[in-house]
């Protein structure tokens, strides 16, 4: 018996004038799961999760809970509680870590209690923004600004959550602190679409792994699957 998914996207297309690029594409994550979205550069991974949040035109059907998001706008898909960390963490520099956390409970208005409560649960998944939280978001290391990114994420209280390569530019140590906390959450029950280019990382953690290549998915992967490198190799170039 498979549980309905939380989030299940059938046929999603998008492009970019005449550039088609992501062609009918179906992925699903569901509660507990943390899937990945593999593939080389300009393969479409960004640009689903956009089509996704409906940031982009785009067509096909986006279902958050059996229900699809139609007509979708920019924010219909947050309004739901599906919440994006871009590529590139869009924090911001000049405001302190605890204010760029706070905005992203902006949906909580004045409910102050609401807000501490979400802040105490974020500085125990990342300690160091306890540490650091009058500190300016743009003088912290590329990692500590990732969990900043991360951190304002789940101050929304997702109910799904997209990540955009959130290893980039990062040192092996902090990325492995990051994506263990990534993993954490998806076992407390968060659905999580990981989007990385670092597909042994990724592997390590999904329980299922989609391939994309020129904005199609090529493969579904069941990482217990793969035995190594060069098997991971053959999807890429299959
Ligand atoms: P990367 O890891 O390099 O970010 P990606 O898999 O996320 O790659 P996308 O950024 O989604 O790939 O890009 C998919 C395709 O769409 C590429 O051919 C890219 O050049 C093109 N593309 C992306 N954004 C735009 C845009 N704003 N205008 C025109 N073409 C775009």
């Known amino acids: 018996e498979v549980a309905q998914p939380v989030l299940d996207v059938r046929s999603l297309s998008a492009s970019y004038g005449h550039v ?8 699903s994550v569901g509660r507990g799961e943390l899937v990945a979205v593999l593939g080389p550069n300009g393969a ?7 089509a996704i949040m409906g940031l982009i035109p785009n067509h ?17 898909a ?16 000049p ?24 802040l105490t649960s974020v500085f125990g998944l990342f300690p160091r923004l306890k540490e650091r ?5 743009g003088s912290m290391s590329g990692g500590e600004q990732q969990m900043v990114a991360v951190g304002r994420a789940m101050m929304a209280d997702p109910k799904v959550l997209l990540l955009d390569e959130p290893s980039l530019g990062l040192a092996p140590r902090v990325t492995g602190e990051i994506l263990d906390t990534l993993g954490a959450l998806s076992q407390s029950g968060l659905p ?37 490198h060069d098997e991971l190799a053959q999807y890429y170039f299959a």
């Not at 479409?44 to 956009?50: A, D, F, N, P, W």
């Not at 939280?133 to 978001?137: I, L, S």
């Open 20 to 27: 088609e690029a992501l062609r009918s594409v179906d992925i």
């Open 44 to 50: 479409g991974k960004s640009t689903l999760l956009r």
């Open 60 to 76: 096909g059907e986006v279902l958050f809970q059996g229900n699809a998001l139609t007509r979708r706008k920019p924010g219909a």
């Open 78 to 93: 947050a309004t739901k509680g599906v919440v994006l960390v871009p590529e590139g963490r869009g924090i911001f520099g």
């Open 95 to 118: 405001m302190t870590v605890l204010e760029n956390l706070e905005l992203g409970a902006y949906s909580v208005g004045r409910d102050k209690k609401e807000v501490e409560r979400r």
């Open 133 to 137: 939280f009058k500190q300016t978001a």
């Open 192 to 228: 999580v679409i990981l989007v990385e280019q670092k597909a042994p990382l990724a592997l390590q953690l999904a329980c299922r792994a989609y391939l994309l290549s020129l904005g199609r998915i090529v493969a579904t992967i069941n990482p217990r699957e793969v035995k190594s």
